[in-house]
């Protein structure tokens, strides 16, 4: 029987957390990184560790950074890729669903301007 490694075990948990909180099982998971349920289940079991190449598959497939999966540290994403990663997202919309989306974050914004200078009220004792 192999020896767990501390890292091995917390990588294979937070691949697991990710996993589970995308909607997805061991074999899809599995199918997506062309490897077998019983790799999944072993990295996931902390019984050892994937190579640099299946965590970066995982990550992609899972959309968490490696910084997560490796480190457990969330990784905050920058102005310039979250601005690509928006405009990716929306360059398939249509010109309404665009401007809808405009009106949207103005209202958001517009919100979120209000609550910071109105802080909500502590509740009565």
Same mark, same amino acid.
């Given at each position: 029987?192999? &020896?767990?490694?501390?890292?091995?075990?917390? *990588?294979?948990?937070?691949?697991?957390? #990710?996993? &589970?909180?995308? $909607?997805?099982?061991?074999?899809? =998971?599995?199918?997506?990184?062309?490897?077998?349920?019983?790799? *999944? #289940?072993?990295?996931?079991? $902390? !019984?050892?560790?994937?190579?640099?190449?299946?965590? *970066?598959? %995982?990550?992609?497939?899972? $959309?968490?950074?490696?910084?997560?999966?490796?480190?457990?540290?969330?990784? !905050?994403?920058?102005?310039?890729?979250?601005?690509?990663?928006? $405009?990716?997202?929306? #360059?398939? =919309? #249509? !010109?309404?669903?665009?401007?809808? %989306?405009?009106?949207?974050?103005?209202?958001?914004?517009? =919100? *979120?301007?209000?609550?910071?200078?109105?802080?909500?009220?502590?509740?009565?004792?």
């Amino acid at each position: 029987m192999r &020896e767990k490694k501390t890292i091995n075990i917390a *990588i294979g948990r937070r691949i697991q957390q #990710s996993r &589970e909180q995308a $909607g997805l099982t061991q074999e899809e =998971l599995a199918e997506q990184i062309d490897r077998s349920t019983q790799f *999944i #289940s072993t990295i996931e079991r $902390g !019984l050892a560790g994937p190579s640099l190449e299946t965590t *970066i598959k %995982i990550c992609e497939v899972l $959309g968490v950074s490696t910084e997560w999966i490796l480190r457990g540290r969330m990784a !905050l994403p920058d102005a310039e890729n979250l601005a690509a990663a928006l $405009g990716e997202k929306f #360059s398939t =919309l #249509s !010109l309404r669903q665009l401007t809808l %989306i405009s009106r949207l974050g103005d209202d958001l914004l517009a =919100l *979120i301007r209000a609550s910071e200078e109105n802080p909500p009220l502590p509740p009565d004792p």
